[in-house]
């Protein structure tokens, strides 16, 4: 059974920065490919980051420049690491897993099978 497990969230004035950490277990961590997803109040949830082992990365328009996504396949664990937050980026957000497949839609939240339970981030004007 896969488990998913974000960390990191809290409350940051705009500018600030914060690092979000899922940890996953239950699988073969090499064979998935992974993302980062956020659901605002009112929202429909978004994709923001994606990694997979063998294409690289992809980010959202709204988050390139801002947000890094990386691994540690050690640990078994996703990190974003988010700079410059601003207001609009305060979310629940979620990391989430599948595999990986062709990759056509890494930011798109169907396309994912597994999900963590969420951790609030909050960015104050």
């Known amino acids: 059974q896969v488990q998913l497990v974000e960390s990191g969230g809290g409350s940051v004035q705009a500018g600030g920065s914060l690092r979000l950490s899922c940890a996953a277990s239950?699988?073969?961590?090499?064979?998935?490919?992974m993302g980062w997803f956020r659901q605002a109040p009112g929202k429909e949830r978004e994709g923001v980051a994606a990694?997979?082992?063998?294409?690289?990365?992809s980010y959202a328009d709204s988050v390139k420049g801002r947000f890094t996504v990386s691994q540690d396949s050690a640990r078994n664990t996703l990190y974003l690491q988010m700079n410059t937050l601003k207001p609009e980026d305060t979310a629940v957000y979620y990391c989430?897993?599948?595999?990986?497949?062709?990759?056509?839609?890494?930011?798109?939240?169907?396309?994912?099978?597994?999900w963590g339970q969420g951790t609030q981030v909050t960015v104050s004007s």
């Open positions: 989430a897993a599948r595999s990986c497949g062709w990759w056509l839609k890494p930011l798109e939240p169907k396309e994912y099978t597994y």
């Open positions: 239950g699988y073969i961590y090499s064979t998935m490919c």
């Open positions: 990694l997979s082992r063998d294409r690289g990365t």
